[in-house]
């Protein structure tokens, strides 16, 4: 029943995610086929929404990604169809990433490497690194984010409310990332930051 009730999502001109059974997207710069399972990130949901949107003014060609709580992998076949050269895409669900391995193919992407894990490993260092997940579990990642960063890593974080604002911001100074740009949705917020 939740399968047949998706109804596509657009992001502005920038993309539209859509499932199998819709009809094509064509109005758009980017289009994402999802199986639509119940793994969070269809893009329904504020987070996901805000994310698409900040991913719309960074550059990803020829860059390095983590994509860090995957979930269905839009992320992630986000950044390859934007000219990622890899995507390591972690999550520690075995559905979500049954359901991502499923999303991947159907978006013909080749270079994304999906691992189940629940943590970052910490021996790989990224361009960009995403992570859509909440609060608690980012603050227990932040070293392991700020160990696969290098000067000018571009990091974007969501899944956390306004009211945790501060204390994010306190947490990412401590690990020496400095937000650039922090957006509202709903009482979701965004907060695109670099490693200085």
């Known amino acids: 029943e939740w399968e047949s009730s998706f109804e596509p999502i657009l992001v502005n001109d920038f993309v539209g995610i859509r499932a199998f059974f819709h009809q ?45 709580g995957t979930g269905t992998a839009v992320l992630s076949i986000l950044a390859e169809k934007m000219g990622a050269s890899g995507i390591d895409a972690i999550d520690h669900d075995e559905w979500s990433i049954e359901n991502a391995v499923e999303n991947a193919a159907a ?49 974007l974080l969501s899944g956390f409310i306004k009211a ?6 306190h947490a990412l100074a401590e690990n020496k990332i400095f937000p650039l740009k922090i957006i509202q949705k709903g009482e979701w917020i965004c907060i695109l930051a670099h490693m200085n």
Do not use: R, W
């Not at 999802?34 to 860059?63: C, D, L, R, V």
């Not at 629940?118 to 984010?145: C, P």
């Open 164 to 169: 945790d604002e501060m204390m994010m911001i």
């Open 107 to 155: 978006n013909n992407c080749n270079k994304i490497k999906l691992i189940k894990a629940e943590t970052i490993a910490g021996n790989k260092v990224y361009d960009i690194i995403l992570a859509n997940i909440n609060l608690n579990v980012i603050l227990e990642n932040l070293a392991a984010i700020k160990a696969g960063s290098k000067n000018g890593t571009c990091i």
């Open 24 to 68: 094509q997207i064509t109005e758009v710069k980017h289009e994402i086929v999802i199986t639509p399972k119940m793994s969070f990130g269809t893009g329904h949901h504020a987070t996901t929404y805000m994310m698409i949107g900040q991913m719309e003014s960074m550059a990803f060609n020829n860059k390095t990604v983590l994509d860090f």
